[in-house]
Nanobody
Framework: QVQLVESGGGLGQPGGSLRLSCAASGSIFSIYAMAWYRQAPGKQRELVASLTSGTRTNYADSVKGRFTISRDNAKNTVWLQMNSRKPEDTDVYYC??????????????WGKGTLVTVSS
């Protein structure tokens, strides 16, 4: 069984920084890509940033230049460094992994989410 656990969410002021962490654990054979998504109430979940097992990154236009995704392949952990935060960054942030489990093959896995609030 595979689990993704996020941490690091919370309340912060506009312009501030925050780092989210996500650790994948369980019966993992290999991970192709890890990513962060976010979702506001009543809206669709949207991609914030993704990173392949190599170094290919992809960012939403709204966070380019402010957020940075990084990963430790050995620890199956991904981080999202959020700088120059804005009130519109307030959302529930979800960790995602595209991976091969030792039992069950390739699949897409999600964490339970962590709430990030940006407000003065």
């Amino acid at each position: 069984q595979v689990q993704l656990v996020e941490s690091g969410g919370g309340l912060g002021q506009p312009g501030g920084s925050l780092r989210l962490s996500c650790a994948a654990s369980g019966s993992i054979f290999s991970i192709y890509a890890m990513a962060w998504y976010r979702q506001a109430p009543g809206k669709q979940r949207e991609l914030v940033a993704s990173l392949t097992s190599g170094t290919r990154t992809n960012y939403a236009d709204s966070v380019k230049g402010r957020f940075t995704i990084s990963r430790d392949n050995a620890k199956n952990t991904v981080w999202l460094q959020m700088n120059s935060r804005k009130p519109e960054d307030t959302d529930v942030y979800y960790c995602n992994a595209d991976l091969i489990a030792t039992m069950g093959g390739r699949g897409n896995y999600w964490g339970k989410g962590t709430l990030v609030t940006v407000s003065s």
